[in-house]
């Protein structure tokens, strides 16, 4: 079974800064997506952004990048240049290779990111 | 425009009075899920239909059951509600294949128990 871990439950960052998520995961899978969802206060979730296991490059979305570390099963999230509205609860998710019926996305516990100004 | 709509945003049962939460979409996805979501956890998934596929999650309670009637509507019904069943019901949508694998998720229903 797959595991998504999250330890950091809560973290702060002022405007303008770089704040980094921290995930780790767990799984037998070789080929394997994982991304970051953003939740905001009341509002629906959306993607943040992905990244396939086979790819070695770190993808980057506009203020938003990942650090995967394949070997050591971690998948972090930076944020640049932080700004009010990135205040949200942050998900790592996982999924198995995604042409198979019945694949869905495991979630971790989230980081709630509050940015300060 | 909203893609996922989920009704209503908030939902208020008895103890043990079934209630039915509702999911739409215009995506034309071929894949639903319905999660569970308790304060400061993690979405749980419950189960998804793919297609018309039903995927049943193994520790998904029997009190918890979905029908999908066509592609863009599908429907969480709870039979007999606890209060541990109080929580926030996401409904999500996504492509099986599609390799942009994004999954699109509902503003979520909150369900109190009383």
């Known amino acids: 079974a797959q595991t998504v871990t999250q330890s950091q439950p809560e973290m702060s960052v002022q405007e303008a800064e770089t704040v980094t998520l921290s995930c780790t995961y767990d799984t037998s899978e070789n080929n394997y997506y994982l991304f970051w969802y953003k939740q905001p206060p009341s509002r629906q979730m959306i993607l943040v952004i992905r990244q396939e296991a086979y790819k070695q490059q770190n993808a980057t979305e506009n203020r938003f990048s990942v650090n995967f570390q394949k070997a050591a099963k971690s998948f972090s999230l930076k944020i640049s240049d932080s700004q009010l509205g990135d205040t949200a609860m942050y998900f790592c998710?996982?999924?198995?290779?995604?042409?198979?019926?019945?694949?869905?996305?495991?979630f971790g516990k989230g980081t709630t990111l509050s940015v300060s100004s | 425009d909203a893609m996922v709509i989920q009704n209503p945003r908030y939902q208020v049962t008895q103890f043990g009075k079934p209630v039915t939460l509702s999911c739409s979409q215009t995506l034309n996805h071929n894949v639903m899920y319905w999660y569970q979501q308790k304060s400061s956890q993690a979405p749980k998934l419950l189960f998804h239909y793919y297609d018309k596929d039903f995927n049943n999650e193994a520790d998904t309670p029997d009190n918890f059951q979905s029908r999908r009637p066509n592609t863009s509507f599908c429907f969480l019904d709870i039979r007999s509600p606890g209060l541990g069943d109080a929580a926030m019901y996401l409904c999500?949508?996504?492509?099986?294949?599609?390799?942009?694998?994004?999954?699109?998720f509902g503003q979520g229903t909150r369900l109190t128990v009383v």
């Open positions: 998710a996982f999924m198995k290779q995604a042409n198979q019926a019945g694949t869905a996305l495991i």
């Open positions: 999500a949508t996504s492509r099986a294949g599609d390799r942009a694998l994004e999954a699109f």
